[in-house]
T-cell receptor, first 115, second 112 residues
Framework: ETGVTQSPTHLIKTRGQQVTLRCSSQ?????VSWYQQALGQGPQFIFQ???????GRGNFPPRFSGLQFPNYSSELNVNALELDDSALYLC????FGSGLTGELFFGEGSRLTVL | GQSLEQPSEVTAVEGAIVQINCTYQ??????LSWYQQHDGGAPTFLSY????GLEETGRFSSFLSRSDSYGYLLLQELQMKDSASYFC?????????????FGSGTKLNVKP
């Protein structure tokens, strides 16, 4: 157990809808990153938040957006859902400046199905 | 951009040794991590190499050659519970912020 919690664990949406996924980072961790993992693939970097600001983004369109709150928890929002958005969404927390260990702490993920 | 290549699947028997290779192409490379993920579970950190050479953690070891853009994960004394997917991930540092890019994963099947 990493101490990173995500909600909801599973959800089903229809094409065109919007979804919000939530993540509570491990105690003391101030950086949160989000990943999309399609079935049989590796996690793909969506974006990262530090001090409530996005400071890095992968190859994802603007309809993927996020927030980080003062307590370091985070949200991932996806608008205008498409079928290809069906995936496991993983949140990972880390401590800024502790990259020397190369370690991310992942939550169990939110499984999104878009019909 | 970043690209990582690792074999899609490896099969080995219990008690054996298996090596999972990873080659990468990236800019701003700082290090290579390895993660294990069981079906339906979260990726869990195994090891990290920032410098060339071998890092050993119990039954798992990881190696990095920066000049060859290559690394591997070595699993010894394989156990059934080692059946999982293994991902290499490059750590990239941009303006002091760290990001990680993952390979597509290697599914390890351990047979009795």
């Amino acid at each position: 157990e990493t101490g990173v919690t995500q909600s909801p664990t599973h959800l089903i949406k229809t094409r065109g809808q919007q979804v919000t996924l939530r993540c509570s980072s491990q105690s003391g961790h101030n950086t949160v990153s989000w990943y999309q993992q399609a079935l049989g693939q590796g996690p793909q970097f969506i974006f990262q938040y530090y001090r409530e600001e996005e400071n890095g983004r992968g190859n994802f369109p603007p309809r993927f957006s996020g927030l980080q709150f003062p307590n370091y928890s985070s949200e991932l929002n996806v608008n205008a859902l498409e079928l290809d958005d069906s995936a496991l969404y993983l949140c990972a927390s880390s401590l800024f400046g502790s990259g020397l260990t190369g370690e991310l702490f992942f939550g169990e993920g939110s499984r999104l199905t878009v019909l | 951009g970043q690209s990582l290549e690792q074999p899609s699947e490896v099969t080995a028997v219990e008690g054996a040794i298996v090596q999972i290779n990873c080659t990468y192409q990236t800019s701003g490379f700082y290090g290579l991590s390895w993660y294990q993920q069981h079906d339906g579970g979260a990726p869990t950190f195994l090891s990290y190499n920032a410098l060339d050479g071998l890092e050993e953690t119990g039954r798992f070891s990881s190696f990095l050659s920066r000049s060859d853009s290559y690394g591997y994960l070595l699993l010894q004394e394989l156990q059934m519970k080692d059946s999982a997917s293994y991902f290499c991930a490059v750590r990239v540092a941009v303006y002091n912020f760290n990001k990680f890019y993952f390979g597509s994963g290697t599914k390890l099947n351990v047979k009795p």
